[in-house]
């Protein structure tokens, strides 16, 4: 009978020592957020507002966007907006538009280019579909994300920047791009 009475005393002990446990657990969160509060760490406040202290907010670059083709090449090439307003540092996305006219599969390479020419070594692509060729099959028509960052350091004299891509006919075997938006017809798998 002493056993089953300290067995006893023993369980109430851990369930109150359970319920203290439990108790302070939410004891601390007014008391973290207080913390919080008076350091400055982890300010709940302000989470919902990042700000990215890499852009250059006071300063517009105007980017005008062309595309081309060349080598006979049936596609037709173009942006979908002629010319976007960035911040130095912000990170962009546009969007291309190509759409192959003829009726056989066609492979394609695009080159950038850059006016003025000092604009390329400020420009940095994170993801572009001219790093990979392109094979678009007959009538296939698609949609090519570029996405980049206007490095800050650009010349402020730099108001205006003109990115144009060139697509060439290329022969051989592709590579499968990273990240594309077909709208028209499928690539057979």
């Not at 989470?47 to 090449?73: C, F, H, I, K, P």
């Not at 596609?75 to 969007?95: C, D, N, Y």
Request: some cysteine; proline content about 7%; charged content about 25%.
């Amino acid at each position: 009978m002493g056993l089953n009475t300290e067995n006893a005393r023993t369980l109430r002990k851990l369930a109150v020592v359970a319920v203290a446990m439990f108790g302070f657990g939410f004891a601390l969160v007014p008391f973290y957020k207080k913390i919080c509060e008076v350091t400055g760490l982890n300010d709940l406040q302000k989470a919902d507002t990042v700000v990215n202290t890499q852009v250059d907010a006071s300063r517009t670059v105007v980017l005008e966007l062309d595309a081309n083709t060349r080598n006979e090449l049936p596609w037709a090439f173009r942006p979908t907006e002629r010319s976007v307003k960035v911040h130095p540092g912000q990170l962009v996305q546009i969007t291309y538009e190509v759409r192959n006219d003829s009726d056989e599969a066609v492979t394609g390479q695009a080159i950038p280019s850059y006016g003025p020419r000092l604009a390329e070594q400020y420009f940095r692509k994170l993801d572009c579909f001219c790093f990979a060729k392109q094979e678009l099959k007959p009538r296939e028509v698609r949609r090519m994300p570029v996405t980049f960052v206007v490095h800050p350091d650009l010349p402020s004299d730099v108001a205006t920047v003109t990115l144009s891509y060139t697509f060439f006919r290329v022969e051989g075997p592709t590579k499968p791009a990273a990240a594309r938006t077909d709208i028209g017809a499928r690539p057979a798998s």
